[in-house]
């Protein structure tokens, strides 16, 4: 097999920001070096230096939730980059008229409202490149969000949904633990032990360790098991 047969379609590399070490991430198509920026929450030199030194050209913004610490920096970014927003689901919109108000009480400048250029719904897909990502709905940590998967690559972007040995916080207002569970047990799960995903916050994992060993929500701790 060449080595161009090999490369896989899509590359990620991590970009923590914000004091709360949010994964910003760069997603990108290795065949036409377009990509997407998933999450900017702020920290903006820190994601445009990770664009320039991999020298992709970025096409879009994706954003799965609407907390500051992942869409802070949103609107400043897409006016730099001069992209369009898309995501999260429009549920969210109760966070993201607050983004001002969410600045003020967590004491981080500069976060601003904006209107993505689309809202996301299950089903839809999201495309940059040659790679197109599916879009799941996995509301309980936020009504509105989304997680972007891409299949055949078994690798995903799961926002504050699902954490290397945690889940997302449901105790945030709109939040709701039983929808929580059910969106990681019933639409990420089932997706395949072998999809990679990238966290909101810490380090990557896959959704069979988590459905193994996870506290919150394996199988043993489910009683399923």
Not at 42 to 62: F, M, N, Q, Y
Not at 124 to 129: A, E, H, Q, R
Not at 149 to 176: E, K
Request: a negative charge.
């Amino acid at each position: 097999m060449s080595e161009d047969a090999a490369k896989p379609p899509i590359q990620a590399v991590m970009i923590p920001v914000t004091p709360f070490q949010q994964n910003c991430s760069l997603l990108w198509c290795t065949e036409t070096m377009r990509g997407a920026v998933t999450d900017p929450g702020g920290d903006l030199e820190l994601i445009e230096s990770a664009i320039a030194e991999r020298t992709v050209t970025v096409e879009k913004i994706l954003i799965t939730h609407g907390h500051l610490d992942h869409a802070g920096g949103t609107k400043d970014l897409a006016e730099r980059l001069e992209v369009p927003v898309e995501g999260p689901h429009e549920a969210d919109i109760f966070w993201i008229g607050r983004m001002e108000e969410q600045s003020r009480m967590f004491g981080f400048a500069g976060a601003q409202e904006f209107e993505p250029d689309r809202w996301l719904k299950d089903g839809d897909t999201v495309s940059f490149g040659n790679v197109t990502m599916d879009v799941i709905h996995c509301p309980g940590h936020t009504p509105g969000h989304v997680v972007f998967v891409h299949r055949a690559a078994g690798f995903a972007v799961v926002g504050d949904v699902l954490f290397q040995g945690s889940i997302g916080r449901s105790d945030f207002p709109m939040g709701n633990h039983d929808d929580l569970i059910a969106s990681i047990r019933n639409k990420l799960f089932p997706l395949g032990d072998d999809i990679a995903f990238i966290p909101g916050h810490g380090p990557p994992s896959t959704f069979g360790e988590e459905r193994r060993s996870n506290p919150f929500v394996s199988d043993i701790a489910l009683g399923l098991a």
